[in-house]
C-alpha cells in the first residue's frame, strides 16, 4: 500500500473514531478530557497500525479490530454512567421515604410535593427555617403542573404544637412538621416532599447551563453583587440564587419575591424536561443534588419520572402559579414567645380558598363542572 492510501484509510479511521466519541461526549457518557485522551491514543494507535499493514486484508483485520475496540469503550463507558447514575441516587438523602406499598403511581396519578428552601449552605442534614415553601401539584395524565407558593411569614396552626407560629419556624421542628401543616391547613394530603437549600439552587442551575428569567424590574441584590435588567435575563447559579432571594428592591416585598421564585423554579422545570437537557444532563444534575437534597420519593420513583419523561418527549408541560395572599401585622410566635411580637402575614380567607381550589382542579380536572 503507497502512503496515500495509508493516510487516507488512517483520516477515515479517525473520523468515524471521532464522531463515535463525540456521541459519546454529546450524551455526557464521558467527560471531555477522557474523550480527548481516548481519540490521541486512538490516532496513535492508527498510525502505527497502517504503517504495518501490507494489504487489503490486513486493512479489514484492522477495520475489524478498531470497531470491536469502539463496542468496547461504549460498554464500559455505559456500565460507568449506571454506576454513578446508581451511586448519586444513594447518595441523595430520603428522609422517612414511604414503604413500596404507599407510594404514589407517579407516572400515572396525580400528586403534591412539598418543596421546602431553608436559609443555609452545604450539608442538608442541618435544621433551619423553611424560607421557602411551596406546594408543587402534579397532574402527569394532563400534563399539568400547579406551583402554590406560601408566604413564609405565613401565621398558621403548627400541626404538633396547636399554637401560631411563622411558616418558617416549622422548619426548626422538622420537615414533617411543615408538611403536616400545611395539609392541615390547605386541607390536602402531600404525598412527598423535597428539602432543598442555597448549595442545591445554585449546583442544579450551573448543572443545566443556566436559566432564562424574565425580570418585572430592574433590580440590584441588596445582599450580594447581582444586577437584573428589566425583560429577559441569563442567570448562572448564584444569579438565580440571589433573583428569587430578593425582597428589599420591591415595595410589595415578599410577594415579588414569591412571583420571582417561581419564575426560577418554572425555568428550571422547563429546561430539565427538555429533550436535550434530560439526554445530556442527567448524570451531571445527578451529581448536582447528590448531598443537597433530603425527599421522601423513592429511587424508583424519581427514575420512573425521568423515563416517563424520556419516552415521550413531544408531550409538553403546563405550568401554572399562584399563591397565597396576606396582611401584615405583629403578632406572637409559639417558637420565639407568644408574649414577643413579630412581623407576620395574616392569610386572606378568599385567597386560601381560591388556592385550595387551584390544587383540587389540578388534581382532579375532571370533576370541574
Known amino acids: 500500500m503507497n502512503n496515500t492510501g ?15 466519541l463525540f456521541m459519546l461526549l454529546l450524551l455526557d457518557v464521558l467527560p471531555m478530557k477522557i474523550g480527548l485522551l481516548i481519540l490521541v491514543t486512538l490516532a ?12 487489503r486484508n490486513d486493512i479489514k483485520q484492522m477495520a475489524g479490530a478498531a470497531v470491536c475496540l469502539a463496542v468496547c469503550i461504549l460498554v464500559c463507558a455505559g456500565t460507568n454512567v449506571g454506576f454513578e447514575t446508581i451511586y448519586s441516587l444513594q447518595k441523595i438523602s430520603y428522609g422517612n421515604e414511604l414503604p413500596e406499598s404507599e407510594q404514589t403511581a407517579v407516572t400515572r396519578e396525580p400528586f403534591n ?13 442541618q435544621v433551619s427555617r423553611s424560607d421557602v415553601n411551596m406546594i408543587v401539584t402534579v397532574n402527569p395524565k394532563t400534563r399539568t403542573i400547579m406551583l402554590t407558593s406560601v408566604p413564609r411569614d405565613s401565621y398558621v396552626v403548627l400541626h404538633s404544637f396547636g399554637e401560631y407560629d411563622k411558616l418558617t419556624h416549622s422548619g426548626v421542628w422538622g420537615v414533617d412538621e411543615t408538611v403536616k401543616t400545611l395539609e392541615d391547613w390547605l386541607d390536602i394530603d402531600i404525598n412527598y416532599y423535597v428539602r432543598v437549600n442555597f448549595s442545591m439552587l445554585v449546583d442544579i442551575v450551573n448543572a443545566i447551563g443556566g436559566i432564562d428569567v ?74 448536582a443534588v447528590d448531598d443537597e437534597m433530603q425527599t421522601s420519593m423513592s429511587q424508583r420513583e424519581i427514575t420512573s419520572l425521568v423515563k416517563m419523561q424520556l419516552v415521550d418527549m413531544s408531550q409538553k408541560w403546563t405550568i401554572k402559579t399562584q399563591s397565597v395572599q396576606g396582611d401584615l401585622t405583629m403578632r406572637g410566635t409559639y417558637t420565639m414567645g407568644m408574649g414577643r411580637d413579630l412581623l407576620v402575614s395574616i392569610p386572606r380567607e378568599k385567597s386560601v380558598e381560591k388556592v385550595k381550589q387551584g390544587i383540587q382542579e389540578t388534581l382532579h380536572p375532571e370533576e370541574d363542572n
Open 6 to 20: 495509508r493516510a487516507i484509510t488512517v483520516l477515515v479511521l479517525l473520523f468515524v473514531e471521532a464522531v463515535f
Open 44 to 55: 496513535v494507535l492508527d498510525v502505527c497500525g497502517i504503517l504495518l499493514v501490507k494489504s
Open 113 to 125: 410535593i412539598c418543596v421546602t428552601g431553608i436559609d443555609i449552605w452545604g450539608d442538608i442534614d
Open 214 to 287: 424574565y425580570s418585572d424590574y430592574a433590580f440590584k441584590s441588596a445582599i450580594h453583587d447581582c444586577t437584573y435588567k428589566k425583560g429577559w435575563n441569563h442567570l448562572s447559579g448564584k444569579q438565580a440564587l440571589y433573583f428569587a432571594r430578593e425582597r428589599k428592591a420591591f415595595e410589595d416585598e415578599d410577594q415579588q419575591r414569591i412571583k420571582n421564585q417561581q419564575k426560577v423554579m418554572k425555568a428550571i422545570i422547563k429546561k430539565v424536561s427538555s429533550s436535550k437537557v434530560l439526554l445530556t444532563n442527567y448524570t451531571r444534575l445527578l451529581d
